[in-house]
């Protein structure tokens, strides 16, 4: 899954971003139209996850894989705030960087 191909094209778009946001602060409340969309939207990345070749997939010395996927999507999350609070700023290496910290050796006891 490449950062610059999902994430990068959503930050060239502020109007999306701002909509995004908007719609997915909305859909926190379980009577909105496009609740189940968005919890639906943490099954669907567990699944790309857990297809993938990367150790992204399998638990860590430090993280399970369902944790990893908690964590690139609070970070896409947050990164299309900051694209919108700072749009000068480049941000897509950020998730790159974090990518590399979560993709991370199995544990170092098993060697799986």
Do not use: C
Not at 9 to 32: E, F, G, S, V
Not at 90 to 109: K, Q, R
């Amino acid at each position: 899954m490449s950062s610059r191909g999902t994430l990068g094209k959503t930050l060239d778009n502020p109007a999306y971003q701002r909509n995004w946001l908007a719609l997915a602060i909305a859909a926190t409340d379980p009577a909105h139209p496009a609740h189940e969309f968005f919890v639906s939207r943490r099954e669907r990345m567990r699944t790309r996850f857990s297809g993938s070749p990367l150790p992204t997939s399998r638990d860590s010395a430090y993280l399970s894989a369902d944790e990893k996927v908690t964590l690139v999507l609070s970070l896409n999350d947050g990164l299309r705030i900051q694209s919108r609070l700072d749009p000068g700023r480049e941000l897509l290496h950020l998730l790159e960087v974090f990518m590399t910290l979560v993709i991370s050796p199995a544990h170092p006891d098993t060697g799986a």
